[in-house]
């Protein structure tokens, strides 16, 4: 692939994702947020803080293992939220 082409592309994929990342967000917004008090510093927040601050220690087990904390926790709100049962009985 010629220079010339590749920032284009690159362009173009940056712009997919970021579109694709506000989708999601704005997906699962309702999901979330109203889990969460108002004033409270939100916990994702917080996880993100101290995953960031093992990065900053450079302590790679610590890091390692909020990442993958931080990761489940959403991983089982999502399926949490998939697995729903959101019938509402219809009498015929």
Do not use: N, W
Not at 20 to 26: A, H, K, N, S, T
Not at 44 to 67: G, W
């Amino acid at each position: 692939m010629s220079p010339s082409r590749r920032p284009g592309r690159i362009r173009t994929t940056c712009s997919f994702f970021s579109r694709l990342l506000d989708e999601g967000r704005r997906i699962l917004r309702p999901y979330f947020y109203p889990t969460f008090e108002p004033g409270l510093p939100h916990p994702y927040i917080q996880e993100h803080e101290a995953i960031i601050a093992a990065i900053a220690a450079r302590d790679v087990d610590t890091c390692d293992r909020l990442a993958k904390e931080h990761a489940d926790s959403i991983v089982q709100q999502i399926q949490g939220m998939l697995a729903r049962d959101l019938q509402q009985g219809i009498t015929l």
